[in-house]
């Protein structure tokens, strides 16, 4: 099994999931805009949690939606670290972090003014397995009415391990950033 990092600054969390052989490593926590300071050390923490060398055979960005710096930071040291590593950078929607359990979902973030950037899925024990209602920028109480009767997700911490299995799943080589 290759050795896999995800990687997520889109929202205030710094999300960081590792996967190899063997185990499994998630953290996500509150930093704000503090992103660009303290990522590189997280990640660094996080192989040496694990007692792994600092190397993966493939990483994983959320591409947003979020802050345009806090997504720009990730996926600029997610793709130097990948051409450092010769490692393919597979991108998912930070959305898809958001995403707990099995059956229809709806998710969104706060995208301030009374909207929020929002999808609607259908998950398999927390992995996308297909989008209802694609990521978008909609009113939050129109996008709130009307997945009342769904489970919903606002402005929670993504999960690292979440967002790994989504690009395991389905990650684009081919991905373009959503800001808010």
């Keep these: 099994m290759p050795v896999t990092l995800a990687l997520d600054t889109a929202t205030p969390y710094l999300t960081l999931a590792l996967l190899w052989e063997g185990g499994e490593l998630e953290s996500s926590r509150e930093v704000g805009r503090a992103h660009a300071e ?15 060398p600092f190397r993966a055979d493939q990483i994983i960005i959320g591409t947003g939606p979020g802050s345009y710096t806090g997504v720009r930071v990730g996926a600029s040291y997610a793709l130097g670290l990948g051409r450092v590593w010769s490692a393919p950078v597979l991108g998912v929607c930070t959305l898809e972090g958001l995403v707990v359990g099995s059956g229809p979902q709806a998710v969104s973030l706060d995208a301030r003014k009374g909207n929020v950037y929002s999808a609607v899925y259908e998950a398999e024990n927390s992995v996308v397995s297909r989008v209802i209602e694609g990521p978008a920028k909609r009113e939050g109480a129109e ?3 009307a997945y009342a009767h769904w489970p919903q997700h606002h402005d929670t911490p993504p999960s690292g391990l979440g967002l790994l299995r989504a ?7 081919e991905w373009e950033l959503a800001y808010l």
Excluded at 167 to 173: M, N, V
Aim: aromatic share 8%; hydrophobic share 65%.
């Design 38 to 52: 303290l990522l590189a050390g997280a990640v660094q923490d996080i192989f040496a949690e694990a007692g792994l």
């Design 167 to 173: 690009g395991l799943a389905h990650g684009a080589r």
């Design 143 to 145: 996008f709130a009415a």
